[in-house]
């Protein structure tokens, strides 16, 4: 009599433990929101660091020119008009919307050139 209680006993625990066990976390593959994904960032970078844009422009900070975070933050959103016109006027060069200072003419960039620049500007807005 003894005995088979204790086995039952012993069972019974043993039953207990096997069923706490299951866990069905599964690991979360987290994905950056990140806009250098992006190619037109990539590229437009490329593109900048080999001008002379960063003589001018930084990105966070106003040196000549603005940074290129107030310019996105300016003309948020990449319509193409903007984009067109912003690019022109890296061509063209010019002045009175900062201030004084002209930005100078960039006039051996290809218009498709000085948009992808434009595109990756845009990208840095917050
Ligand atoms: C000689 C200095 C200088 C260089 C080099 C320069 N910029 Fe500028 N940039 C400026 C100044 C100054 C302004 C502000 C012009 C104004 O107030 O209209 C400006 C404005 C801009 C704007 C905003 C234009 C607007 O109408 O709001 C963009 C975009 C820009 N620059 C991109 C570039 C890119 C891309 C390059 C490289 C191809 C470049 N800049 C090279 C001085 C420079």
Do not use: F
Request: charge should be negative; charged fraction near 25%; proline fraction near 3%.
């Amino acid at each position: 009599m003894l005995c088979t209680a204790a086995l039952m006993l012993a069972s019974c625990g043993g039953g207990d433990k096997k069923e706490a066990g299951s866990k069905t976390d599964e690991p979360v593959a987290e994905k950056k929101d990140d806009a250098s994904a992006n190619p037109d960032y990539q590229n437009g970078l490329a593109l900048i660091a080999k001008s002379d844009c960063l003589t001018c422009h930084k990105v966070d900070e106003k040196l000549i020119g603005p940074s290129y975070r107030d310019v996105a933050n300016k003309y948020a959103g990449t319509s193409d008009t903007i984009v067109s016109h912003l690019a022109g006027k890296i061509i063209n060069g010019g002045s009175g919307v900062w201030g004084e200072v002209l930005m100078t003419p960039h006039a051996a960039l290809s218009k498709e050139d000085a948009e992808t620049m434009v595109k990756y500007i845009m990208l840095l807005k917050k």
